[in-house]
């Protein structure tokens, strides 16, 4: 019999792990701190399954849905599980409470990772007795339907723990990618955080509209790069491949980096632009319809790369 899983924390997050886990086989125990999230996650988690079986990506959501307990007290929750994904606030008193609780109640075998999008396992685990357990886990939001999982060990992270996230996270099909040690931002969002950044700097400057910004990931770069990322692409993009591609283009790169040496905030003006610009092309009452719009269009992108799989033996 497969070992339960704990997700601790039931938000965006939390729910999307559930399914993660409920649709591969695990029993998922849940526990949030927050009596109304407990009481109202199983009927979100419901209406995602609805959605996913309507891409054939799950093929039930009652049978996926009767993998999912949701309890009122942690201990009850971290029972017998082999696994605790924690997805609380993204503070360090919060993620700090929480592990020491978590590190207290379970036993001397569960790994526990960390959703945590930007503080490092070290900031808060430093002074647990299983700290060597503890690593981040870091997904993409909603991780059943974007499988990047960044494992991020701290200093004192037992190999073991990691090898097990690993093993675990590809067991349950998503795609963990290994840290080698802290880094600001992990990987994921220093690329985003590059991409972000001149993005702003583009528009501040004016050179073109939001609307042209976003166009060029969506209608350019986007495409490939829900296949590929940018090494293979550029390996892809000179006959002779990536060393090729270098002796032809790294000048232009390395003066473009050059021209970007001090970095500078995104000022209030700055941000204002591009609120009022994103405002005209989509109101504050129309995001949440265009959220489940990009879900879905994740979902079907997801039943496409599945079929492509397939389709061309991938
Ligand atoms: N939202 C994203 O796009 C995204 C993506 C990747 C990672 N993350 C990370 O995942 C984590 C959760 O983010 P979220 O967006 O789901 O937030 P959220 O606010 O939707 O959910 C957090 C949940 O944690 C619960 N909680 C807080 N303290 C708790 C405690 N002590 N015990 C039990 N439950 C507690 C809250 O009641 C809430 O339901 C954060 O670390 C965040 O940085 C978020």
Same mark, same amino acid.
């Given at each position: 019999?497969?070992?339960?899983?704990?997700?601790?924390?039931?938000?965006?997050?939390?729910?999307?792990? /559930?399914?993660?886990? &409920?649709?591969? @086989?695990?029993? $998922?125990? #849940?526990?949030?701190?927050?009596?109304? %999230?407990? *009481?109202?996650?199983?009927?979100?988690?419901?209406?995602?399954?609805?959605?996913?079986?309507?891409?054939?990506?799950?093929?039930?959501?009652?049978?996926?849905?009767?993998?999912?307990?949701?309890?009122?007290?942690?201990?009850?929750?971290?029972?017998?599980?082999?696994?605790?994904?924690?997805?609380?606030?993204?503070?360090?008193?919060?993620?700090?409470?929480?592990? /020491?609780?978590?590190? &207290?109640?379970? @036993?001397?075998? $569960?790994? #526990?990772?960390?959703?945590?999008?930007? %503080?490092? *396992?070290?900031?808060?685990?430093?002074?647990?007795?299983?700290?060597?357990?503890?690593?981040?886990?870091?997904?993409?939001?909603?991780?059943?339907?974007?499988?990047?999982?960044?494992?991020?060990?701290?200093?004192?992270?037992?190999?073991?723990?990691?090898?097990?996230?690993?093993?675990?996270?590809?067991?349950?099909?998503?795609?963990?990618?290994?840290?080698?040690?802290?880094?600001?931002?992990?990987?994921?969002?220093?690329?985003?955080?590059?991409?972000?950044?001149?993005?702003?700097?583009?528009?501040?400057?004016?050179?073109?509209?939001?609307?042209?910004?976003?166009?060029?990931?969506?209608?350019?770069?986007?495409?490939?790069?829900?296949?590929?990322?940018?090494?293979?692409?550029?390996?892809?993009?000179?006959?002779?491949?990536?060393?090729?591609?270098?002796?032809?283009?790294?000048?232009?790169?390395?003066?473009?980096?050059?021209?970007?040496?001090?970095?500078?905030?995104?000022?209030?003006?700055?941000?204002?632009?591009?609120?009022?610009?994103?405002?005209?092309?989509?109101?504050?009452?129309?995001?949440?319809?265009?959220?489940?719009?990009?879900?879905?269009?994740?979902?079907?992108?997801?039943?496409?790369?599945?079929?492509?799989?397939?389709?061309?033996?991938?």
């Amino acid at each position: 019999m497969t070992q339960p899983i704990a997700v601790v924390g039931a938000g965006l997050v939390g729910a999307g792990w /559930a399914i993660v886990f &409920a649709r591969s @086989g695990y029993p $998922v125990r #849940i526990y949030d701190g927050d009596a109304d %999230i407990r *009481a109202n996650v199983l009927a979100g988690i419901r209406a995602n399954l609805d959605d996913l079986q309507s891409f054939e990506l799950i093929e039930s959501a009652d049978a996926t849905l009767e993998h999912i307990t949701v309890c009122d007290i942690l201990e009850e929750a971290v029972d017998g599980v082999s696994y605790v994904q924690e997805s609380v606030f993204e503070t360090i008193p919060v993620k700090s409470e929480i592990t /020491a609780a978590l590190d &207290a109640v379970c @036993g001397p075998d $569960v790994v #526990i990772g960390s959703s945590s999008s930007g %503080i490092p *396992a070290s900031a808060f685990t430093e002074g647990l007795k299983g700290r060597n357990r503890c690593l981040i886990a870091h997904p993409v939001n909603p991780p059943y339907l974007v499988p990047l999982v960044e494992l991020v060990p701290a200093l004192w992270t037992d190999p073991s723990a990691v090898q097990f996230a690993h093993d675990l996270m590809t067991a349950v099909g998503q795609s963990p990618i290994h840290i080698t040690r802290e880094v600001e931002g992990f990987v994921l969002n220093r690329l985003q955080g590059a991409l972000l950044n001149e993005a702003w700097a583009l528009f501040e400057e004016g050179y073109a509209s939001a609307e042209d910004i976003d166009k060029t990931v969506s209608e350019g770069l986007g495409l490939r790069w829900s296949f590929m990322g940018p090494f293979e692409t550029i390996d892809l993009n000179a006959p002779g491949g990536v060393a090729d591609y270098a002796a032809r283009l790294a000048p232009l790169y390395h003066s473009v980096a050059q021209s970007r040496t001090t970095p500078k905030p995104w000022g209030s003006k700055l941000i204002g632009d591009v609120e009022q610009e994103r405002r005209t092309h989509l109101s504050e009452q129309e995001l949440a319809s265009r959220r489940e719009w990009r879900d879905r269009r994740l979902m079907a992108l997801a039943a496409h790369k599945n079929k492509a799989r397939k389709a061309i033996g991938d």
